[in-house]
């Protein structure tokens, strides 16, 4: 074991249960990319994502997800374009149920996407979000989660074309 896996692994046990948090959800992306093109279409995709918070008080935390979303572009590529989001948040929590979320992530196309004349594979950018977290039992808590992503880089390859990604996000789980 180095010395990043212990101090990895002691820091997992040293948190009591109500500071680590770990969900599984589903999602619907609505894309609509701020394009200077009239001629680019969207439509809405699907997805899901595996979440890690981490409380750090009463009122922050972190939080680290793995996304996986599609996104529908049929005036650059027939096939939907898949997605692994890498988000990183600072969230705020206002009451016990509501809580706001701010960071930055990257995102990486995959399959066919990823090696299109079309489309560039990295995006980055920012992401905010408005969290209600319902309890349902004594540990579990039901998520929805709305969210907006805004990417910096032009994905479009074809000159004179630009597309930024501007994502509605709705997790659910």
Excluded: C
């Excluded at 981490?54 to 997800?65: C, I």
């Excluded at 650059?76 to 898949?82: D, E, K, R």
């Excluded at 016990?96 to 701010?102: E, K, R, W």
């Amino acid at each position: 074991m180095n010395r990043f896996q212990a101090v990895l692994l002691a820091l997992l046990f040293s948190l009591n249960s109500q500071a680590l948090e770990f969900g599984v959800t589903a999602s619907s992306l609505w894309s609509d990319p701020d394009s200077g093109t009239p001629q680019v279409r969207t439509a809405s995709g699907a997805g899901g994502a595996v979440s890690l918070g981490l409380t750090m008080s009463n009122y922050f935390g972190l939080e680290f997800d793995a996304h996986l979303a599609q996104r529908k572009l049929p005036t650059l590529t027939p096939n939907p374009v898949w997605n692994l989001q890498f988000p990183l948040l600072i969230r705020f929590t206002m009451m016990p149920l509501i809580s706001f979320g701010a960071g930055a992530y990257v995102s990486r196309a995959l399959g066919g996407a990823a090696s299109s004349d079309a489309l560039k594979p990295l995006d980055y950018g920012g992401v905010g979000s408005l969290g209600f977290r319902i309890p349902i039992g004594p540990r579990l808590r039901w998520l929805v989660d709305l969210r907006y992503w805004s990417g910096i880089p032009n994905l479009a390859r074809a000159p004179g074309v630009s597309l930024y990604a501007r994502d509605l996000e709705a997790l659910t789980g």
